[in-house]
Structure formats: C-alpha cells, structure tokens
C-alpha cells in the first residue's frame, strides 16, 4: 500500500486518540502533516506526538485549508454542527475525508455532502466504526450466507452506562441538542447503521419514543448547589458527585476535559468546566432513554432501545431468523449461533480488539487507506451514501418521538427533504 499523508481538523477525543494514532503504530501507511485544533494545549501536544513543524499547526480549519492540499486525507473530527463547512472545503480542494459521525445534525447537510464527493469524486467515509469490527462483520457474513435462514426480526439494545450517559451527554458536549444533535443521532447513529447494515435492504418506515426522564432540575437533591464542588449536602448518596468520581473510578473520562491529569489539575477543572456542574441542573436538553421500532422492505422488523440506567457500557443484540438466531453482546467479545433443526449451538470468540469500539477504530483507518488505492467512492462500508441511508432512519426516528410515535415513511421523509 501507498504511503498516504493526513490532516486532521479537530485534535480531541476521536481525532488524537482513536483515528491519528494509526500513523504511530503503522507509520509506513499513514503519516500525519498538519492539524487544526482550537484549543491551545490539545494542539501542542497533538505537535509534540506526531512531530509537527510549528507551520502546520493551525488554530482553525479555515487557516489550514487556506495553505491549499497539505495532503491526500482529511481527518475530520470538530463538532457536530461543525462538519459541513470544512468537509465541503476539503473536497473541493481534493481531499478525501473521513469523518467523524454524525455526518451532520441537518438531514440537508447530510445529501450535500454525500453530492459533493460524487461531484469531487472523492473518497467520503463516515466513522461507522461498528461496521468494521469482528463481532458485527461476523454476525453479517452469518445472515449472509443464509445459515439462520431470512430474518425475521432483530432486536439492539445500547446500554450506554449510566456513569457515561452524565459524563457525555448531561455534562459534555453533546448535552444540549441544539448545540450538537439529538441523542438518536449523535449517540445512536452508530446503532440505526448497524441495523441497516446487518439487514441489507430498506428501511421502509420508523416509529420511536423516549424522553429525558431522570437528569432534570426537580429531581435535584434538597439545597443541592449548580457545582458538586460547593459543598452539596447529598455528596455521600450521590452516585454523579463529580470531585468523587472524576478522583475515583471516573478518572480516565478526566482526560476528556483536561490536559492536566494531576488531582489539583482535575479540581481545577471541575471548578471550571460544565463536567463540575450537578447533573440535575446542567443545560442538558437530550433523552436519557429511547426506543425505536423499524420495518424493511421484506417486512422484517427490528426494534431498538437506548438507555442511560445500566451498569455497563456495551451492546446486546438477537437476530432471529427462520432456521436459526444469533445471540451476541459485544463487551464479551463472542456471538452464539443456534440452528433449530439440529439444535446445535455454536459459539464464536474473538480475539481480543486491538483498537477501541472492538476494534474499529483502527480497522475504518485501515479499510479506508485501502479503499482509495482501490479507487474505490460509493461501494465501501461507510461511504457518504450508505451513511446518508442510515443518518435519515435516525432523522425520522427523532421526528416521530417529537410527534408522539407516529409512524414516518422513509420515502415520503427524504422527498420532503428534496423538495
């Protein structure tokens, strides 16, 4: 494979550490040239790991791409509502892009970009990351090949893990829809495009419920203080004590939200940043949990839910099928398959990921390299169309939550969108 060079536009969590450090472990396939970061301390150490010259270290995107085509890829990771301008800005100069998801929380944004890399003919990939793990590859081959038969239904649930669903999405940065995306997206995306991808075929129409339940301001403790840090009177019964947690069990997500991993460095940070707030009285305006029931075009169904209460962070799926199902939960790392005419149960273990989310990270890195020295645009796992199919399911789901469950027809929902 062709030595590729990179950019990457926005050095937190996903660009720094679960796209870029690609090139460090694999240096003969990926080399990183420059960055566009806001903040300053992301951004020196972002330099100090890939070994930048001080001139291709940018504060913002539009700075970077005004040097015109510093490399082959852009590594596209701001956030949510800030995707569209530089993903359109480096097709045009001829990068091809891989973006973290969600490509966009405008359904619109979301076909332009898909038109533009068709019109740049460009390589657009969406960081489906669960696409390109064992666990779901595997499962997909399975149905695939027809060993359990044509499916009938699949049930997905997302346990988010109730210490991640405060850390994320009632403290972090995607809190507050308005600012980033609904949770069904933002969150979820992930699960609506696995979904698409194990069944293969359309999508014909969705229905969905939920709501933000428990993270809201009357459910606060009696004289419970806006920061945990200001002496709360529930610190001892309160599993979301932020000083508790981020000192505790909780400080790896520290890291998240501060370069300063010391304890004074991530004191100070709880006394100035949104993750020190109390978690019933934040700005957080998304769902704390949500389900989402689904229809193909052979008339199989799947259902899917989301919840911010569980113990562990992880995903549990059941595939049935007419000759057989499939059971898997990805924190074990096997799927179980179970024929019914010979009731024979056969077990598969995996190896264990090299890579977060099972190992996709690093694999979506991998296949994309690959996919562009095949000159390969539309027919890749994640490419921008595949991406659009599954984005528009999530879009649907959040409108019909909205509408109290009414039932949305994909068709009649993407013709609006074209009108």
């Known amino acids: 494979m062709v030595l590729k060079t990179a950019v990457v536009i926005g050095a937190g969590d996903r660009g720094a550490r679960a796209y870029a450090p690609y090139a460090l472990d694999y240096p003969h ?69 891989l973006l973290e998801k969600p490509m966009s929380p405008d359904p619109e944004e979301c076909i332009q970009m898909e038109r533009a890399a068709q019109k740049y003919n460009q390589q657009l990939s969406v960081c489906h990351v669960l ?45 507050n829809k308005a600012q980033s995306s609904p949770m069904i997206l933002q969150k979820s995306c992930h699960d609506m495009d696995i979904i698409s991808y194990i069944m293969g075929q359309e999508c014909k129409r969705v229905s969905s419920y939920g709501s933000l339940m428990h993270f809201r301001e009357e459910n606060a403790p009696d004289e419970a203080p806006e ?35 010391s304890r004074a460095g991530i004191l100070k940070a709880l006394q100035e940043t949104p993750y ?99 000159g390969i645009n539309s027919g890749n796992s994640s490419s921008a169309s595949a991406s659009v199919q599954s984005h528009l399911m999530a879009f649907a789901a959040e409108e019909s939550r909205l509408a109290r469950g009414a039932s949305i027809e994909l068709a009649d929902y993407y013709q609006r969108l074209q009108a």
């Open 227 to 261: 920061r945990c840090l200001d002496g709360c009177p529930a610190e001892g019964v309160c599993p979301f004590h932020a000083g508790r947690y981020y000192l505790g069990d909780g400080r790896g997500w520290a890291k998240k939200f501060t370069e300063d991993h």
């Open 276 to 374: 020190g707030k109390c978690v019933y009285r934040s700005d957080n305006d998304v769902v704390d949990h949500q389900v989402v029931n689904m229809e193909f075009a052979d008339g199989a169904t799947a259902t899917f839910s989301m919840c911010g209460f569980t113990r562990d962070q992880t995903r549990h799926v059941q595939v049935m099928g007419t000759k057989g199902e499939i059971r898997g939960r990805m924190e074990d790392n096997q799927i179980s398959i179970y024929d019914f005419l010979t009731k024979q149960e056969t077990v598969v273990h995996f190896n264990p990921p090299k890579s977060g989310h099972g190992g996709g990270d690093h694999a979506i890195v991998r296949t994309f390299l690959r996919d562009i020295d095949r």
């Open 29 to 97: 396939e990926l080399k990183i040239t420059a960055t566009a970061e806001p903040n300053a301390e992301r951004r020196k150490n972002f330099q100090n790991t890939f070994l930048l010259e001080e001139s291709s270290v940018f504060s913002d995107w539009e700075a970077l791409f005004a040097e015109g085509k510093l490399a082959d890829i852009a590594i596209i990771c701001t956030m949510d509502r800030e995707h569209f301008k530089p993903v359109m800005k480096a097709l045009e100069l001829g990068y091809h892009v």
């Open 131 to 175: 696409r390109y793990t064992d666990f779901w590859t595997t499962i997909k081959k399975i149905i695939d090949r027809g060993d359990i038969g044509q499916v009938a239904s699949v049930q997905l649930n997302e346990n988010v893990e109730v210490m991640h669903m405060s850390h994320s999405f009632v403290r972090g940065n995607w809190n």
